[in-house]
């Protein structure tokens, strides 16, 4: 079955730092998403992208956040200047239409800034 | 008022047990209700969707969506030691973006 691949599972920062994380979203699917996840809180949501642009973003995603896709498979969010309370798993997730139902999730990366 | 209301657990039942998993919510506009579960470091998978209100049935799952009382289910029968997870409701409204907004979750632990 496809999946959504993100590397790296853990990355520990200094804070401060810039972090980039990666994700391989499924092949044929259009629309691709971040979100994030405080341990022990819900999941929230950052940013959509389609067609090369964002569509959409959340409150939380700032002037620290930025996501680009390089090329015809990778999709990254880098954050330039790290906080503590950007410590976190986030999400990567791609859909092949604009409705949430159709998402798929990656397994993650767990950040913490130090 | 938070809009998806989900209680954090954990729920603990034995194995065989009928388990009921519940939210809701005060945007009545939520039109699209999904069902994710989330295994321990691993990113969440879809279970199931409701569109609208009604009962929803995928083998030992049901979800059920009552929009007059903005309250949803998932009810797991035979419950098994492999849906130990914790459990994500989510829901969207109809047209727009479709972003999900997602309740805390649920954890649920199945005991032999």
């Known amino acids: 079955e496809p999946e959504v691949t993100q590397t790296p599972s853990h990355q520990v920062t200094q804070m401060g730092q810039e972090v980039i994380l990666r994700c391989v979203p499924i092949?044929?699917?259009?629309?691709f998403y971040w979100y994030r996840q405080i341990l022990g809180q819900k999941v929230e949501f950052l940013v959509s992208?389609?067609?090369?642009?964002?569509?959409?973003k959340s409150e939380i995603f700032d002037d620290q956040f930025s996501v680009e896709r390089p090329d015809g498979s990778n999709f990254t969010l880098k954050i330039r200047s790290t906080k503590l309370e950007d410590s976190a798993m986030y999400f990567c997730?791609?859909?092949?239409?604009?409705?949430?139902?159709?998402?798929?999730f990656g397994s993650g990366t767990r950040l913490t800034v130090v | 008022q938070k809009e998806v209301e989900q209680d954090p657990g954990p729920l603990s039942v034995p194995e065989g047990a009928i388990v009921s998993l519940n939210c809701t919510y005060s945007?009545?506009?939520?039109?699209?209700f999904m069902w994710y579960r989330q295994y321990s470091r691993k990113g969440p998978e879809l279970l199931m969707y409701?569109?609208?209100?009604g009962n929803k049935e995928d083998g030992r799952f049901t979800a059920q969506v009552d929009k007059s009382s903005k309250y949803i289910s998932l009810f797991i029968r035979d419950s098994q030691p492999s849906d130990s997870a914790t459990y994500l409701c989510?829901?969207?409204?109809?047209?727009?973006?479709?972003?999900?907004?997602f309740g805390r979750g649920t954890s649920l632990i199945v005991h032999p």
């Open positions: 945007n009545s506009a939520f039109q699209y």
């Open positions: 992208f389609y067609n090369n642009e964002i569509s959409e």
């Open positions: 997730a791609s859909s092949d239409g604009g409705t949430s139902v159709g998402y798929t």
């Open positions: 989510a829901m969207t409204v109809s047209g727009g973006s479709y972003i999900p907004t």
């Open positions: 092949s044929n699917h259009l629309y």
């Open positions: 409701t569109y609208s209100s």
